[in-house]
């Protein structure tokens, strides 16, 4: 895993942004896995100016979603759909059509996510899967206790992320219990990932997952099994990591080179 650690959320969401934009240069027609939640939201916001600024095109990407609540309406305003047309789809060129999101109002709900894992198979796989993490160390919504191996289901959120998430909704009891998520099976079959944590909230789940032992208990500590993982913290989330500061050297290096010198 490489760790780029940055003063603040601004610099760090540049840089993954700059990362991902690199990659659909080099690669137009990529498949994105991309994720909602205030994490992610600087970085989207730089790739629609890198958009606009016709630094980037998005014409020919396709993106899946990792998850979302179930029973909301795509229209719903805390919907992860309506998330991803208000932060980032209806702002760069790309084809909602070639936007997938899980669909929460699904009535069979197996057949709702073999189709989705389907869809991603056929369309030849994850090329950059973005995540962030919850402060319990959850990936998309996979709960401490979900399998390491588990795929797109249903699943019942923690009160933790529950009481996270109520800042979203007028009150806590508003926020669904149930989610379809992609599985950590799923997310680990993505040929790239790129994480982001930012806020002394999330500083324990981090060294979890970069330090702690793999465990179901910290599901992103799954990530230190993954060939190509990419961590961008700001300095209050990198904060709990025993070996910040060799993390943090080597990781601005790789990037350098990454992004052609
Ligand atoms: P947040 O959520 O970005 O709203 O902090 C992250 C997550 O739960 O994955």
């Known amino acids: 895993m490489e760790l780029i650690i940055a003063k603040t959320k601004e610099e760090a969401s540049r840089k993954a942004a700059d990362l991902i934009a690199c990659a659909v240069r080099k690669d ?8 909602t939640g205030s994490t992610p939201e600087t970085m989207y916001s730089n790739l629609a100016e890198d958009c606009k600024a016709g630094k980037v095109t998005f014409a020919d990407v396709k993106s899946w979603n990792l998850d979302e609540y179930v029973g909301l309406e795509p229209t719903h305003d805390q919907s992860y759909r309506y998330f991803m047309n208000a932060k980032l789809f209806d702002h760069i060129d790309i084809n909602k059509e070639n936007t997938h999101v899980l669909n929460g109002l699904a009535t069979d709900v197996n057949a709702e996510c073999e189709a989705y894992e389907k869809e991603i198979k056929d369309a030849g796989g994850i090329a950059i899967q973005v995540l962030g993490i919850g402060s319990d160390g959850h990936i998309a919504f996979n709960e401490p206790g979900s399998s390491l191996v588990s795929r797109t289901r249903k699943v019942a959120l923690t009160p933790q992320t ?4 109520a800042r979203f909704f007028e009150k806590a009891e508003d926020v669904p219990r149930f989610a379809l998520s992609m599985g950590i099976g799923t997310i680990m079959e993505a040929k790239r990932i790129i994480i982001l944590a930012f806020g002394a909230n999330k500083a324990d789940a981090v060294a979890g997952a970069f330090e702690g032992a793999v465990s179901a208990f910290c599901p992103a500590s799954i990530l230190q099994m993954h060939p190509d993982v990419w961590f961008f913290c700001d300095e209050a989330a990198a904060a709990n990591l025993k070996l910040k500061d060799y993390y943090a050297w080597h990781g601005e290096e790789v990037l350098k080179e990454e992004l052609g010198g």
């Open 28 to 35: 137009p027609k990529i498949v994105l896995g991309l994720a």
């Open 162 to 165: 529950i009481q996270d998430n």
